[in-house]
């Protein structure tokens, strides 16, 4: 009899030390689950700490965060030059109000009603280097392949007439000195920014 009693104990023994393994190991994730999100609050304030200091301090910071704040900088600055090209392609713009999109064109805002900025486009001087946009009209590089304005492709027209007042007599269309609009012929003003053709 005590064989087996023997036996008993040392499987009640391995069984409680199986069980406590396993609070062990369920209470070791647990800390480790806690640990990683104390971590996560650390590294988020870090992140809030360092945005707040950039924003009150991005023109008088220490010599230290220069560069960094510098970087900081160009990225936004090539984020903001992304987003605006996308824009461009879709044919939009961000109401400065509410920050709605609101069609290219379009005085007032759909959403807030807030008068939409005239967006200034000044026809180059030297005409040489730049061709119409079949598409929009306005004037682009020679280089390019694609609208600046209007994300058409552009055909390298060789027999291109430098001439605006030749383009515009035969197409139709006379081009807003000021947004460089394509309005159509007889119009006394420009569709998209109000400026006298």
């Known amino acids: 009899m005590s064989l087996f009693d023997d036996i008993?104990?040392?499987?009640?023994?391995?069984?409680?030390?199986?069980?406590?393994?396993?609070?062990?190991?369920?209470?070791?994730?647990?800390?480790?689950?806690?640990?990683?999100?104390?971590?996560?609050?650390?590294?988020?304030?870090?992140?809030?700490?360092?945005?707040m200091y950039v924003e009150k301090h991005r023109n008088d910071c220490e010599d230290f965060f220069k560069s960094m704040i510098s970087a900081i900088n160009e990225s936004e600055y090539k984020i903001a030059e992304l987003k605006k090209q996308i824009q461009d392609i879709r044919g939009v713009r961000e109401c400065p109000k509410c920050g709605a999109e609101v069609a290219q064109g379009v005085a007032f805002c759909s959403s807030c009603g807030n008068a939409?900025?005239?967006?200034?486009?000044?026809?180059?001087?030297?005409?040489?280097?730049?061709?119409?946009?079949?598409?929009?009209?306005?004037?682009?590089?020679?280089?390019?392949?694609?609208?600046?304005?209007?994300?058409?492709?552009?055909?390298?027209?060789?027999?291109?007439?430098?001439?605006?007042?030749?383009?515009?007599?035969?197409?139709?269309?006379?081009?807003?000195?000021n947004c460089g609009n394509k309005n159509k012929a007889g119009m006394a003003f420009c569709t998209e920014c109000g400026n006298k053709l």
Not at 17 to 36: E, G, L, P, V, W
């Open 116 to 177: 939409m900025p005239v967006v200034s486009f000044e026809i180059p001087q030297d005409l040489e280097d730049y061709k119409r946009c079949n598409n929009c009209g306005k004037m682009v590089k020679k280089d390019v392949n694609f609208c600046t304005f209007c994300g058409k492709p552009v055909t390298n027209d060789s027999e291109q007439k430098d001439s605006i007042v030749d383009q515009e007599e035969e197409s139709g269309f006379l081009i807003c000195s």
């Open 8 to 51: 008993g104990r040392k499987v009640t023994d391995v069984g409680q030390k199986t069980i406590q393994k396993t609070r062990d190991f369920s209470d070791t994730a647990r800390f480790h689950a806690n640990i990683s999100d104390e971590e996560k609050k650390i590294n988020n304030l870090y992140f809030e700490i360092g945005k």
